[in-house]
């Protein structure tokens, strides 16, 4: 799969430099070092703007805030599902546009929160997109050599709970065992070309269990001790990785989200309210 690469395909790199450099243009981006300074908040195309959201704390590294996370779903059958609220159409800066939101244990959750790093471009980003459900599924070339046990699977089939039946004490190489079992995989990517796909990682473990129990959001959002993010740094837009890499060591990062294009570090056991400026999604007629 393409974003499985250190850096973003070629194409993927076009659009996201398109989507940062208009968006920033659009809703008046400063950025300065690894902070950004939001001048206005208004931004034209579909949604987009100054919001607050949830996602893993980035701890460490030019990242400029945490990567967003995706409330979880379990089907009757044991899929895992991301969270996708009923698409509605609203008046957004004299038109209308179609935006996904829903509030979860009194916090709104949107689907902008994932319109950054050019994914705002993408088809399965859109609201309405047609073709397209809430599954997570594995990639087409799963990581195995970082998780052999991911040998066991078939690209493109849907995640289930029990692949993760070992999860109190699964390992690799990297970091300790026991800490939490993690798979790759898509979101809203079907019949997509490969740059178009939408990285995911999937934890489940014993802490995100624990930290349930005295958070509502992470209580309604966090089934059975699994959570999953966007994977794509939130600095250049790499994809990171859990316990794959052993040079995370070097950064306290073993047991953690590492990006190893800059050095970025995510602790994805723990979830912050954080703020940032999404970018609008292109009309529908720019897309032709």
């Known amino acids: ?11 993927d790199r076009r659009r996201f430099v ?30 987009g703007g100054l919001m607050q959201y949830r996602g893993a704390v980035r701890e460490s590294g030019p990242a400029p805030r945490g ?24 008046e957004q800066g004299g038109a209308e ?50 998780y052999p046990w991911m040998e066991e699977i078939e690209g493109g089939d849907k995640i289930h709970v029990d692949d993760f039946a070992d999860y109190e004490t699964w390992g690799n ?6 800490v939490g079992k993690p798979a790759t995989g898509t979101w809203r990517s079907q019949d997509v070309p490969p740059e178009e796909t939408i990285p995911v990682v999937i934890l489940r473990s014993t802490q995100i269990e624990e930290a349930t ?23 250049f837009c790499c994809v990171p990785g859990y316990k794959r890499l052993g040079e995370s060591t070097s950064y306290n990062a073993e047991n953690k989200i590492y990006c190893n294009c800059h050095q970025s570090v995510y602790d994805p056991f ?19």
């Open 1 to 11: 799969m393409a974003n499985d690469d250190k850096y973003p395909v070629e194409s």
């Open 18 to 47: 398109k989507g940062v450099v208009g968006g920033a243009a659009l809703s008046g981006v400063l950025t300065v070092g690894a902070g950004s300074v939001s001048m206005a908040t208004t931004p034209s195309g579909g949604g």
């Open 67 to 90: 990567l967003p996370q995706i409330p979880v779903e379990i089907d009757d059958e044991g899929y895992l599902m991301g969270v996708w609220p009923e698409p509605e159409t609203v």
């Open 97 to 146: 546009v179609a935006v996904a939101r829903t509030e979860i244990a009194g916090f709104e959750y949107s689907t902008e929160w994932f319109q950054y790093c050019g994914l705002q471009t993408f088809e399965g980003i859109r609201p309405d997109a047609d073709g397209q459900d809430a599954y997570f599924r594995y990639p087409q070339a799963p990581p195995t050599s970082d």
């Open 173 to 178: 190489d990297v970091g300790d065992s026991g």
């Open 213 to 235: 129990q005295d958070d509502e959001w992470l209580s309604a959002t966090c089934p059975d001790g699994f959570i999953a993010y966007v994977n794509k740094c939130t600095h």
């Open 270 to 288: 723990t979830v912050i309210q954080d703020r940032f400026v999404s970018l609008p999604r292109p009309e529908p007629e720019d897309d032709e």
